[in-house]
């Protein structure tokens, strides 16, 4: 049987996460890691080897229009619509080896190991190669929302940073729009992915299936006091702007942990005015973000967070102005392919393990496939949750299962899509 005869090429997985991982690697004087933003010329070297591989794995290889790298296997023998797996190869500043370039290392896998077990698959096979997953232009995930037509065919033109790394890279920002895939082209897309987080690190389970990626809302506050000489104003007299940021701060993480685990909120930027040692701040200003998978949290955490901000500014007889930022609305992934995903990996565990399901508490290019097609996710360690760090790595066997466990749903999803 071709589900028996196909088998993960292990070693040569670990080998070209190895080998891929040495393009745009910084050196230590530097900081260490790996950088690859794209369209730059490390990542340029790196899906030129990646599509050398393709094509060692029999897949036709072509770039679209923004730069996202494709390869397809067979024509199908009973349906046009083909399954797609994949991730992105282009890193953070600093980054590990892992994020994304596994995904597409791992699909590739998959990919020869169907090839040389002669499979007749009932639907053609794509792997994708996104550009632009981690954000250089366009905000992130610009090749994969390119892919599901969520970029206006202008965009490039309008945006002289983004016309011109797509011309460094050879590409021609007015053809943009012909990147979009129409309605049907795919049955499923699938993203293996290391998990970033913790979570499964802690359980001790080598993989989990993904439930859906969580909705980010992000939020701006300026707090406004009377800036004043730090030595001459008495203390109950002030109006200090950063002690209503600092309750702020505390409130709102307060909140968030009364909303359970499946929450999470950050304020990663905090600037004082007028920014001297010397003088009260008259004005504090931060930006944070909250992220949940249900919509309805998200909502419920708009106007508490505003509440938040405002009984923070009266306790420090300051005002507060707060302002809604940019929206992502949470994507569930798709109960079919995640039925797959589970029956695939459920005989790969330790006996009285269960598949978890868990939620994506960052962005993939997933997310914006689900305007495509159904989509999945599968999720395989990360060792002490680190990711987006060079101390980002996950064990040879993990990585190793996540390919078989990809292998067996692409199996089966051929014969239940």
């Given at each position: 049987?071709?589900?028996?005869?196909?088998?993960?090429?292990?070693?040569?997985?670990?080998?070209?996460?190895?080998?891929?991982?040495?393009?745009?690697?910084?050196?230590?004087?530097?900081?260490?890691?790996?950088?690859?933003?794209?369209?730059?010329?490390?990542?340029?070297?790196?899906?030129?080897?990646?599509?050398?591989?393709?094509?060692?794995?029999?897949?036709?290889?072509?770039?679209?229009?923004?730069?996202?790298?494709?390869?397809?296997?067979?024509?199908?023998?009973?349906?046009?619509?083909?399954?797609?797996?994949?991730?992105?190869?282009?890193?953070?500043?600093?980054?590990?080896?892992?994020?994304?370039?596994?995904?597409?290392?791992?699909?590739?896998?998959?990919?020869?190991?169907?090839?040389?077990?002669?499979?007749?698959?009932?639907?053609?096979?794509?792997?994708?190669?996104?550009?632009?997953?981690?954000?250089?232009?366009?905000?992130g995930l610009f090749g994969s929302r390119a892919m599901a037509g969520l970029v206006e065919p202008d965009f490039?033109?309008?945006?002289?940073?983004?016309?011109?790394?797509?011309?460094?890279?050879?590409?021609?920002?007015?053809?943009?729009?012909?990147?979009?895939?129409?309605?049907?082209?795919?049955?499923?897309?699938?993203?293996?992915?290391?998990?970033?987080?913790?979570?499964?690190?802690?359980?001790?389970?080598?993989?989990?299936?993904?439930?859906?990626?969580?909705?980010?809302?992000?939020?701006?506050?300026?707090?406004?006091?009377?800036?004043?000489?730090?030595?001459?104003?008495?203390?109950?007299?002030?109006?200090?702007?950063?002690?209503?940021?600092?309750?702020?701060?505390?409130?709102?993480?307060?909140?968030?942990?009364?909303?359970?685990?499946?929450?999470?909120?950050?304020?990663?930027?905090?600037?004082?005015e007028p920014g001297a040692v010397n003088v009260i701040p008259g004005v504090a200003r931060l930006e944070g973000?909250?992220?949940?998978?249900?919509?309805?949290?998200?909502?419920?955490?708009?106007?508490?967070?505003?509440?938040?901000?405002?009984?923070?500014?009266?306790?420090?007889?300051?005002?507060?102005?707060?302002?809604?930022?940019?929206?992502?609305?949470?994507?569930?992934?798709?109960?079919?392919?995640?039925?797959?995903?589970?029956?695939?990996?459920?005989?790969?565990?330790?006996?009285?393990?269960?598949?978890?399901?868990?939620?994506?508490?960052?962005?993939?290019?997933?997310?914006?496939?689900?305007?495509?097609?159904?989509?999945?996710?599968?999720?395989?360690?990360?060792?002490?949750?680190?990711?987006?760090?060079?101390?980002?790595?996950?064990?040879?066997?993990?990585?190793?299962?996540?390919?078989?466990?990809?292998?067996?749903?692409?199996?089966?999803?051929?014969?239940?899509?």
């Amino acid at each position: 049987m071709v589900a028996e005869a196909a088998t993960i090429n292990a070693q040569r997985l670990l080998q070209r996460i190895e080998q891929l991982g040495r393009i745009g690697r910084l050196p230590e004087v530097q900081g260490g890691g790996i950088n690859r933003p794209t369209y730059g010329p490390a990542w340029m070297e790196a899906r030129s080897r990646v599509a050398g591989w393709m094509s060692e794995a029999g897949l036709a290889v072509r770039v679209d229009a923004a730069g996202n790298l494709i390869g397809r296997l067979g024509s199908g023998g009973g349906s046009a619509a083909a399954i797609a797996l994949g991730s992105h190869i282009d890193t953070v500043p600093h980054a590990g080896p892992l994020d994304g370039a596994y995904g597409v290392l791992a699909a590739i896998e998959v990919a020869d190991a169907l090839r040389r077990a002669g499979a007749q698959l009932r639907h053609p096979l794509e792997v994708l190669v996104f550009a632009d997953e981690e954000g250089r232009i366009g905000g992130g995930l610009f090749g994969s929302r390119a892919m599901a037509g969520l970029v206006e065919p202008d965009f490039a033109e309008r945006l002289t940073d983004v016309g011109d790394a797509m011309r460094e890279a050879g590409l021609d920002p007015r053809r943009l729009g012909e990147a979009a895939r129409k309605p049907g082209e795919l049955a499923c897309y699938v993203e293996l992915h290391i998990e970033q987080g913790g979570r499964l690190d802690r359980m001790g389970i080598p993989v989990a299936v993904v439930r859906g990626l969580v909705g980010i809302r992000r939020f701006r506050v300026a707090f406004r006091g009377q800036a004043n000489h730090a030595g001459t104003t008495e203390m109950r007299g002030r109006r200090d702007a950063a002690l209503a940021a600092a309750r702020f701060l505390l409130d709102f993480r307060e909140r968030i942990l009364e909303k359970g685990e499946g929450v999470v909120g950050t304020v990663g930027v905090l600037d004082l005015e007028p920014g001297a040692v010397n003088v009260i701040p008259g004005v504090a200003r931060l930006e944070g973000e909250f992220r949940a998978l249900e919509a309805a949290e998200l909502a419920e955490l708009e106007a508490e967070t505003a509440r938040i901000a405002g009984v923070a500014a009266e306790r420090e007889r300051c005002t507060a102005e707060f302002e809604l930022g940019a929206w992502d609305p949470p994507t569930l992934c798709d109960p079919k392919v995640m039925t797959a995903l589970e029956a695939a990996a459920r005989p790969r565990l330790r006996a009285g393990q269960e598949v978890p399901r868990l939620d994506s508490r960052a962005g993939h290019d997933a997310q914006s496939m689900a305007h495509l097609c159904p989509v999945g996710m599968l999720f395989v360690p990360s060792l002490g949750g680190y990711s987006h760090v060079p101390q980002e790595a996950t064990r040879a066997e993990d990585l190793v299962l996540g390919a078989e466990v990809l292998l067996a749903a692409t199996l089966r999803l051929d014969q239940t899509l």
